[in-house]
């Protein structure tokens, strides 16, 4: 390399840095990895409340969340389940049903991946500002109308950010499965074309509780009632122990 030629610059190994617990399942061969510093801190969803959205610029005028590009759903299952849901729906719930109906909210993507239908810049179940029911997803809205969760009527991927679980099996039939959050890279390539702002900024930490707590029914559906039971008595037991803050929060 020329002297005057200076190398690239290197991310800060520890800009990034999260604190771990680990334990064994009581019932499977399994081994649980929580993230701690996620899973403790103040993260909460805003919707609504100021979130910037996933654009290339923050847009919070425009109340699209990480609703921008749609959703991919993770198989067949899921992507049935969600029509079913979507099916349901009346012109007074979802804004752009008559589009929908037409047209069908969803589509096959070019790798033939099922995903949600586009319209007006956004994902076409989003209702946007002005609606009656107010901007959010026309699912998640009318579950709640419904008195149910609106898990159970989203698309997976929108109901478990900005949760993400990880699970690797070793030669001799052992799983690891780890429980984080959702990073940038985790979107592949397209994660640097937009402002993943979520858990990399401050302002979605504002929960007066923690957010295992917030995101309780979420991390239950992700792994199950045992796990997460454990997880809790560990922090419960552990109550004068502060986890290293988020890098979000440590930054500020």
């Known amino acids: 390399m020329p002297a005057d030629e200076n190398p690239p610059s290197q991310p800060d190994p520890y800009e990034d840095l999260h604190e771990l617990v680990t334990f064994e399942d009581p019932d499977e061969y399994r081994t649980w990895i929580f993230d701690v510093t996620f899973l403790t801190s103040s ?21 699209q969340g990480c609703c921008s590009y749609g959703a991919h759903f ?10 079913a849901k979507i099916e ?24 033939g991946q099922w995903v949600t239908r586009l319209h007006k810049g956004a994902c076409i179940l989003l209702n946007r500002p002005g609606h009656p029911n107010g901007a959010g997803c026309a ?4 579950a709640e109308q419904a008195g149910e969760r609106p898990l159970d009527w989203k698309p997976d991927v929108c109901w478990q950010l900005p949760l993400r679980l990880e699970e690797s099996t070793d030669d001799h039939g052992h799983v690891t499965s780890t429980l984080r959050e959702w990073k940038r890279r985790d979107w592949g390539g397209g994660g640097a074309e937009f402002h993943w702002w979520c ?9 007066a509780r923690p957010t295992y707590e917030v995101l309780r029914d979420e991390i239950i559906e992700l792994v199950g009632e045992t796990p997460y039971r454990l997880f ?3 922090m419960e037991r552990r109550r004068e122990w502060t986890p290293l803050p988020h890098p979000a929060l440590r930054r500020r």
């Open 43 to 63: 993260w909460t969803c805003i919707f609504g409340q100021g979130c910037p959205g996933v654009l290339t610029e923050a847009a919070p005028e425009l109340e």
């Open 74 to 83: 993770v198989d067949d299952e899921d992507h049935d389940a969600t029509l």
């Open 88 to 111: 349901a729906l009346t012109p007074e719930q979802w804004q752009f049903h008559k589009q929908g109906r037409r047209d069908g909210a969803t589509r096959k993507d070019k790798g």
């Open 139 to 142: 699912l998640h809205q009318a």
């Open 199 to 207: 858990t990399d900024d401050p302002l979605a930490f504002r929960a």
């Open 232 to 234: 809790v008595e560990l």
